[in-house]
């Protein structure tokens, strides 16, 4: 018995010693990754290596645009865009909107459990650079420690800088500047207001929706988008 209670001890020791261990090295490749992203442009990430995956398994061929472009090469109307569709109280959080989540949660209860998207463009950034795809506990709790990391490293203006050129934007396409070419044949920092509103208006749907050719659904979008942005004054690196 006490030789049980002796080995017991040990292992529990063991296991302490190896979560430490990983805790360790996970907050600080976690920190030297977001560091190395505030200045280094995001070549690829894990939805795109996925989405290649995907298109091996159906025996599709392999479809992947992505070129990055600074912030200064995206259209001011895109920037505005983006902020308006997907997260209007960007600049007034910290990462998260717990009044989305909390309007959310009661719209959910309306809709017998389904829960429409509240995350912040923050959160989404730290979900499409860092993580995989998915709804499990552990993920969110990553996701938490990856937007909380960004927020205080990165700024606002990387943040949009990031998702604007990592967010899926189509079939194989990522990014303003792709998705400018791909729907418009015109480069980002060209984008009228309209196109903009457009590209951003498919974003619930990508792969399903098209900025080019777009449905009733995705023409009401773009009208409300851009009603949106009337109502708001440019992004704050955008005013003159």
Known sequence: MIQLNINRRKMIRFLLRVLLKSAIWFVGLSLFSV???????????????????????????LKLKH???????????MQLAAVCSEDQNFFKHHGFDFGAMKKAMKEAEKKNGKLRGASTI???????????????????GVEV??????????????????????????????????????????????????????????????????????????????????GQMRLHSPLPWNQN
């Open 145 to 226: 420690w990856f937007t909380g990391l960004i927020e205080l490293i990165w700024g606002k203006k990387r943040i949009l800088e990031v998702y604007l050129n990592s967010i899926e934007m189509g079939n194989g396409i990522y990014g303003a500047e792709a998705a400018a070419q791909n729907y418009f044949g015109t480069p980002a920092s060209k984008l009228s207001k309209y196109q903009a509103a457009s590209i951003i208006a498919i974003l619930p749907s990508p792969r399903k929706w098209s900025a080019a050719n777009p449905g009733p659904y995705v023409q009401s979008r773009t009208q409300w988008i851009i």
């Open 67 to 77: 070129d990055w472009v600074s912030i200064k090469k995206i259209s001011p109307h």
């Open 122 to 140: 923050s959160q989404q950034t730290a979900k499409n650079v860092f993580l995989w795809q998915g709804r499990s506990w552990v993920r969110k």
């Open 35 to 61: 560091i190395v992203f505030k200045w280094m442009p995001v070549p690829v990430t894990p939805l795109m290596l996925i989405r290649n995956v995907q298109q091996v398994a159906k025996g599709e061929k």
